[in-house]
């Protein structure tokens, strides 16, 4: 059965392509449905289906589109991923022998290929998102497969940043293509950086995110070129990050909301105040100036307007 101990979901974000709103459950089923009725066009039971592996603590990825196809993690013997064509549901292609992670592709582009990012429980890989075939992998094992956070790709320095909770850290990844050759160069890893569930923001030559497992998290800077943690911030517990207008807004896992300068040389708050009493693990939206924040009970909106 599912440990619904952290919620009962959904832990995913659903995702839009023209009249379509396609989301997961946290019990491993994929729904595409029409946005202006909510009707039902067409579902995926992976477990029922295609005899996917139950994940313990429910189904968290967020679709992603690509060429006609919806792409999720699936889970499994040769069915890590898989593809499904938008329109029917009808199964495109599944592939990737790895174990299965918490984490949602991205799409990158590698010198003029475009790749499917995955982050594994015990690895990162690059995969054809046309066909499933796999370009490169290079391992990140993580204490109970539990990589959650996203990846960062930032084609300016051809840099992939992935960053794990628990035992494992932060790495870089420089990669560069030629005639469907990707070749992967480690630049560094850092343990000191430990990105739990939330989102990394890059800026420059560096990211930030919330750095932390089972103590105090602390928002903290690193630098990507060297792998050096440029300063480490207590002022909020762990959280999540957006970036607008030149500035951060954070929201953390205690429901304090604030707005914040940052730089390589700190953080500074420019406003802070308490918005939620329940545990806050969702990213906060903002739609041109409104903000919508959400707990494991409330949903709040804001005008953040001249303030931002």
């Known amino acids: 059965g599912i440990d619904f101990s952290q919620g009962l979901g959904p832990h995913s974000t659903p995702l839009i392509v023209g009249n379509r709103i396609f989301a997961t459950s946290s019990r491993s089923e994929l729904f595409a449905l029409d946005k202006a009725t909510g009707k039902r066009i067409w579902a995926h039971d992976m477990v029922k289906e295609f005899r996917?592996?139950?994940?313990?603590?429910?189904?968290?990825?967020?679709?992603?589109?690509?060429?006609?196809?919806?792409?999720?993690?699936?889970g499994g013997p040769d069915q890590a991923v898989a593809a499904f064509d938008a329109q029917t549901g009808k199964l495109a292609w599944e592939g990737g022998y790895f174990v299965w992670a918490p984490a949602s592709p991205i799409l990158i582009d590698v010198d003029g290929q475009k790749q499917l990012v995955v982050f594994g429980g015990d690895l990162i890989t690059g995969m054809d998102p046309t066909s499933g075939r796999a370009l490169w992998s290079h391992p990140h094992k993580t204490d109970w497969g539990l990589n959650i956070s996203t990846p960062v790709w930032s084609a300016a320095d051809h840099l992939l940043f992935a960053s794990s909770a628990y035992g494992t850290g932060s790495r870089a990844l420089e990669l560069r293509q030629t005639g469907g050759k990707t070749t992967v160069v480690e630049k560094w890893v850092s343990n000191r950086m430990r990105v739990h569930i939330g989102t990394v923001i890059r800026l420059g030559d560096y990211a930030y995110g919330s750095s932390g497992d089972f103590g105090p998290a602390f928002i903290s800077a690193i630098n990507m070129k060297t792998g050096t943690i440029a300063w480490q911030d207590r002022s909020f517990a762990r959280a999540q990050l957006l970036y607008a207008d030149g500035k951060l807004i954070v929201l953390d896992e205690d429901g304090a909301l604030g707005l914040a300068r940052v730089s390589p040389q700190g953080l500074t708050v420019l406003a802070r105040a308490n918005v939620l009493t329940n545990l806050a693990w969702t990213p906060p939206t903002l739609v041109g100036t409104a903000l919508y924040v959400r707990d494991r009970k409330t949903m709040a909106a804001f005008d953040l307007g001249s303030g931002l």
């Open 52 to 74: 996917a592996i139950p994940t313990g603590r429910g189904y968290t990825c967020s679709p992603i589109f690509h060429n006609g196809l919806v792409i999720v993690t699936m």
